[in-house]
Nanobody, 114 residues
């Protein structure tokens, strides 16, 4: 079964940056490069929300609350999707998870201190 493993979370001060990675395993190259990859986040006590996605052709979509601050990218040869997060705000605190099709990763914690 396909597995997704996120990394790169941590504690950072407001205004700082983090780069999240999500690596897929047990998936063929042909499949990985053909799917849309998405980052979600869930803040404490809140619903999970879509942060950004990237299609197989490289088209990017961002939620309004991260436009201009976050950048999603993918490296198909590394079976990896990235989320570069700049100018972080305490409101960005939460568990960030990647999704491929119906498969979810376990998430990585991002905590932004004020």
């Amino acid at each position: 079964q396909v597995q997704l493993v996120e990394s790169g979370g941590g504690l950072v001060q407001a205004g700082g940056s983090l780069r999240l990675s999500c690596v897929a395993s047990r998936v063929t190259f042909a499949l990985f490069r053909s799917v849309t990859l998405t980052w979600y986040r869930q803040a404490p006590g809140k619903e999970r929300e879509l942060v950004a996605s990237i299609t197989d052709s490289g088209s990017e979509y961002y939620a309004d609350f991260v436009k201009g601050r976050f950048t999603i990218s993918r490296d198909n040869k590394r079976y990896t999707v990235y989320l570069q997060m700049n100018n972080l705000d305490p409101e960005d605190t939460g568990i960030y998870s990647c999704k491929m099709g119906k498969i979810w990763g376990q998430g990585t914690q991002v905590t932004v201190s004020s």
